[in-house]
Structure formats: C-alpha cells, structure tokens
C-alpha cells in the first residue's frame, strides 16, 4: 500500500504563493497518476491538478496560469507550487496517487491526511 504525507499548507495573503509537497512511501509496483485535490468547507472535494507518469499535466480552469504541478519519480514525490492566491483558494488540499501493487494488478487510490491552506483577503 501506499503513504502519502502532505506539507506546506498554511495562510497566506492574497496574491501570495504557497508550495504543498506530498511524499509516497510504502510497497507498491507503480505510481502512475499524482494529483492534488481541495475540498472547501461544505463543497465536495474537486480536482485540481494532475500529473502522469510521463509528465502530461492537466489544471482545473480556476487555477491554470497560476498553479503548477510537478513530480519526481524517483522520489515518488509531488508538488503543488500556487501563486497570485485568491480568497477563493481557500481549502484543505489533499493528494491523491494511482498505484499498482504488482504489474496486472488493477489501480488503486491513495489519499494523503490533507493541508490546510487558507487565503486572506
């Protein structure tokens, strides 16, 4: 299985930036997909980035241009460097990976505990 620990959440003024890393440890095969997720209070959790294997990324429109995900494979770790922060960021943001434990074995989900990350207007 898989461990994820998250860090770097916190507050922040608006237009600030803010780096979350996330960190997989455990036994598995693979780590395919890395994501990061945020969940505001009363709202369901949405996606907001993802990263493949290979290094293809994909953004929620609310963050393009100003959120930028990153992995190490090596490492089995994953970024989330946020800049010009709004208000409307505000959430617990929570990783989430994609692993096998063997070669023909189907995907599996981990999540990570969650960081809060709160923007001041």
């Known amino acids: 299985q898989v461990r994820l620990v998250e860090s770097g959440g916190g507050l922040v003024q608006a237009g600030g930036s803010l780096r979350l890393s996330c960190a997989a440890s455990g036994s598995f095969f693979s780590i395919n997909d890395m994501a990061w997720y945020r969940q505001a209070p009363g709202k369901q959790r949405d996606l907001v980035a993802k990263?493949?294997?290979?290094?293809?990324?994909n953004y929620a429109d609310s963050v393009k241009g100003r959120f930028t995900i990153s992995r190490d494979n090596a490492k089995n770790m994953v970024w989330l460097q946020m800049s010009f922060l709004k208000p409307e960021d505000t959430a617990v943001y929570y990783c989430?990976?994609?692993?096998?434990?063997?070669?023909?074995?189907?995907?599996?989900?981990?999540w990570g505990q969650g960081t809060q990350v709160t923007v001041a207007s």
């Open positions: 990263i493949t294997s290979s290094g293809i990324t």
């Open positions: 989430n990976v994609k692993f096998q434990t063997n070669f023909w074995a189907p995907s599996q989900d981990s």
